[in-house]
């Protein structure tokens, strides 16, 4: 069964703080992908990435950063964390293979204080 | 700039109702267009993917429709339960074929008993 799993479902920081997000999968795929969700706001795409070691901006980067040293593990961080960033936030993965099928984690609620 | 709209925002059914959910895409260049289900405070579940080739596919009671012509794509949810509550987005890919995704701000559906 498909699964990507995101480690943290809640967190609590505070402002100026440096946040890590994990996300992994075990499906093989090539894209993974960092959104933000916020009420009026819908689904905002952060980073997103196709293969190790790549990735391009998405609609909202700014703030953000992003790695992906290995093709299971995609990690947003955050490096200076501000109230603003409160959100949650859905990793998602996706294979050109597979018809490009997108898959979702749970999600990470972030509080920042 | 691909925009993507789904009207009503919200929607409250009686159960047994046959209903559709409509989303609105500004360019036909899609690549895909696949439908999710989210439930309260969770990560989003992939209902149906239609590929731009193809003009509907189903799942059990859920049939979803496109037509790129009018940049229009429509889910039909057939004898709705109160188990069917919870936002429906839509979403497209644009014609590359990296998976990025443009979502709708969601349909949140009430089915009541």
């Known amino acids: 069964d498909v699964k990507v799993t995101q480690s943290s479902r809640y967190l609590v920081k505070r402002t100026g703080e440096k946040v890590f997000l994990e996300c992994v999968q075990d499906?093989?795929?090539?894209?993974m992908f960092w959104y933000r969700q916020d009420p009026g706001l819908g689904l905002r795409l952060i980073y997103f990435?196709?293969?190790?070691?790549?990735?391009e901006k998405g609609d909202i980067p700014e703030g953000y950063s992003v790695s992906r040293e290995k093709k299971e593990r995609f990690s947003l961080i955050l490096e200076s964390a501000s109230t603003n960033q409160t959100s949650m936030y859905l990793c998602?993965?996706?294979?050109?293979?597979?018809?490009?099928?997108?898959?979702f984690g749970e999600g990470s609620w972030l509080t920042v204080v | 700039k691909q925009e993507v709209t789904q009207i009503p925002a919200a929607l409250s059914v009686p159960e047994g109702e046959n209903l559709v959910l409509n989303c609105s895409f500004t360019?036909?260049?899609?690549?895909?267009l696949q439908w999710f289900r989210q439930d309260p405070g969770k990560g989003l579940t992939s209902l149906l993917l239609?590929?731009?080739?193809?003009r509907e596919q189903t799942s059990g009671r859920l049939n979803a429709s496109l037509d790129k012509s009018s940049g229009r794509s429509t889910l039909y949810i057939a004898a709705s339960q109160p188990g069917d509550s919870a936002t429906y987005l839509c979403?497209?890919?644009?014609?590359?074929?990296?998976?990025?995704?443009?979502f709708g701000q969601g349909t949140t559906l009430q089915v009541k008993p």
């Open positions: 998602a993965s996706s294979s050109t293979v597979s018809g490009n099928t997108i898959y």
């Open positions: 239609i590929q731009s080739s193809q």
């Open positions: 360019d036909s260049a899609i690549y895909n």
């Open positions: 499906m093989d795929h090539e894209n």
């Open positions: 990435s196709y293969d190790v070691k790549m990735k």
């Open positions: 979403a497209v890919h644009g014609s590359s074929n990296t998976g990025k995704l443009i």
